[in-house]
Each structure stands twice: as C-alpha cells, then as structure tokens.
C-alpha cells in the first residue's frame, strides 16, 4: 500500500468528545473469560500426546523381546530398553515416565538373568545408564508439560486480545446481515495491520474497514486506537464524513506523538439505515467496494479522499459520503489489498470481480467462503494481512 506523503503540520487541537453511552452488544459474543475459560481446558488436553507417540515405547519393547526370541545368543536385546524411559518422555506424564524405567530396568534383569549374566559388570552399568535416563526422561516430560502449557496460555491470551480488538462480526445487525474474515499473514500473529469493526448506532448500521501503513506492533498499536477512536464517535457523531474527519485527527495525533510522518491509514467508512435500500459511504484512501448483484459483479464509483492522517495535506474540499443503491439481494463487499493484490506463483493478482462473478451468488456467508478457500488456493502462503466484510440487507 502506498499513497504520497508530504511533510505534516502540527496536529489540530480537537474539542472534548462526550464519552459514548453503554450500549448491549448486536449479538452475544465470546467474553475473555470464556476465552480463558476455554484455553483452561486446552491446556488439559495439550498434554494428551498423539497416540502413536504413546505407543512409541510399547513398539520398543515389542521389538526388544521379539529379538530376544528370535536371536537369543546374537543380540543383547535388554540394551535397548536403555532408550525407553527418553521415548516416554515425549507422550507421558512425569510418574509414568518414572514407572517405564522401573519396567525397563525389570525387564533387563530378566534377559540378564536368562543368559546368567545377571550381576556382571556390563549389565550393572547398562542398569546405572537406564536409571539415569529415566531420571532425565522426566525432567524431559515435566519441562515439555510447562512448555505446553505457556504456550496455550500465550495463544489463549492473543486470541483474547484479538477479539478484544477485532470483535467477531455478528451474523445481523440492525438492517444487515453480515460476514467477515481476517487472516493475518504471519499464521502465529492473532492481530495484524488491517482493521474493521461493525456497530449500531441510532443513526444506523455503521462499518469501518481499513489498512494501517507498516507491519508490527506499531501497526496493530494504530488499529487499536483507530478502533477505539472509531467505536467512541460512531455513537455520537450524526455525519459519517465528520465521523471520517475524526479518525483523520485521531491518526494525526498518534503521528505526531510517535514522530512519524509517514503513519496514515486507508479506509472505508459506511452507514445503513435499515428498510431505506441504500447506504452511504466515504472512501479514505481506500480500496473500492464491490457490489455483487444478481445479474454482475462490479466495483463500486465513489471519490477517493486522502487516507486517514493525511487530510491536511489535501484542498479545502470535504470529503462527502457517496449514496449507493442497495436493496435486498444484493451484496457490498468491502475488502483489503491482501485479497486484490494476492499474487500467484507467476505474479499475477487475485481476478476479484471476475471469481465473484464465476461465484454466481451474493448470500455474504457464502461469499467470505469462497473468497476464503479461493485466495489462498490463488496464493498461498498469504504474504499480506487480509479482511473481508460482506454486508447485504435483511429483505
């Protein structure tokens, strides 16, 4: 994403805002303590090895007497079993670990026993070296054991603070149905640079998509204050392009207190009022929606202002919402450049208008699931973050 910078003045002082009053969630979503109560129980169910780990060590003895039998006086098979209490380390618990060392060094005296060979030297230290790795076998499990455990914890915490963030997109709200999705492009990062939020208001169904410029915590910082930004003026600002206005500012401070001239955001700014059959819309830089009909699939015409931290850099000229026509059956797609720009091994991008259309349906859950499966079989792994919203009226 690039959009020409110039240098930045002195960020405007803005008035006091009216905190926002509590308003009841569109639809239930998961709290973080349900979240946390969930990670709770994966963390039970991460020590819960694959099976054919836990059978690792039955295998091993399996083999260790299957050569005693078949070859008693060419291996010394009981040396194997010095390698089992390690082998159980890796799918059991610290005690069972310490058990199978106790069934190794059983079973080796047995062999020992059958050759005679019960207390002579070699065999006293293959006992010594099996008691020592089932010492280090357990120390071996418990430290895997923590080790999985943090490392749900760390998710459980990053899936909280994503849908802190980027709350899930409730299926209706107001006049809308909806669907999203958000795929980050590092698979072990929950937040990523693209942004969005759907709320009501009671001046309608508001929705806000957009891309910070950058990657890194930098870049999630800005979507989390364009979001909180986003979610305190959307219930008290009448105007979408003064709700527009306010990001601008908001994103031209966060510049000036980092020092960084560069820093802005395109977006997408949108309003519905339920049963009016159209909507508003103020583009920021952004991408332009898509608007799937029964018939074609085509980009939507709406002017392009300057993106989010980068008005005052552009004429007197307000930026005005576009009305465009949507009645029941049709679909708007609002979406980053981590779907349009998505490349394919030969370099080409990801044909959006021409695969909806092959698509032949405007229904926004199946929309989000096609693009879903269809972008990353065109470019895989993704190399940009991604998010969809598909948003059609409940007819």
Known sequence: MS?????????????????????????????PATVAARGNVIVGESWRAPRWVVALPFLLIAVDLSLEIVLPHTVAAGFLLTVLPVIAAFGLRPLVVGFSTLVAIGLQA??????????????????????????MGAV??????????????????????????????????????AAGLYRPAQADVAIGGDLYEVCETRFGTRVLLGDVRGKGLEAVRTVADVLGAFRATAHETPDL???????DRQVL???GERGDDELFVTAVLLQHRAGSGECEVVNRGHLA???????????????????LGL??????????PVTIPLPPGHTLLLHTDGVSEARDTAGAFYPLTERLTALGGTDPEDVVAFLDQDVRRHSSPLTDDLAVLALSPIG
């Open 3 to 31: 959009a020409p910078v110039q240098s930045r003045p002195a960020a405007p002082q803005q008035p006091a805002r009216r905190q926002p009053a509590p308003r009841t969630p569109a639809t239930p979503r998961h709290s």
């Open 110 to 135: 047995v062999l020992a026993a059958r050759a005679d060979h019960l207390v002579e030297q070699h065999h006293i230290w293959i006992y010594i070296a099996t008691a020592l790795a089932g010492l």
């Open 140 to 177: 071996l499990s418990w430290q895997r054991i923590r080790q999985d455990r943090d490392l749900v914890r760390v998710r459980t915490v990053a899936e909280t603070l994503q849908r802190t963030v980027l709350r899930p997109v409730p299926t209706h709200i107001g006049g809308l149905q």
């Open 241 to 247: 392009a003064d709700l527009a206005e306010l990001l």
């Open 253 to 255: 401070r966060e510049a």
């Open 289 to 307: 929606p898509v608007l799937l009909t029964p018939t074609r699939v085509r980009p939507v015409e709406c002017p392009e202002y300057l993106p």
């Open 311 to 320: 008005g005052q850099l552009g004429s007197d000229r307000p930026a005005r």
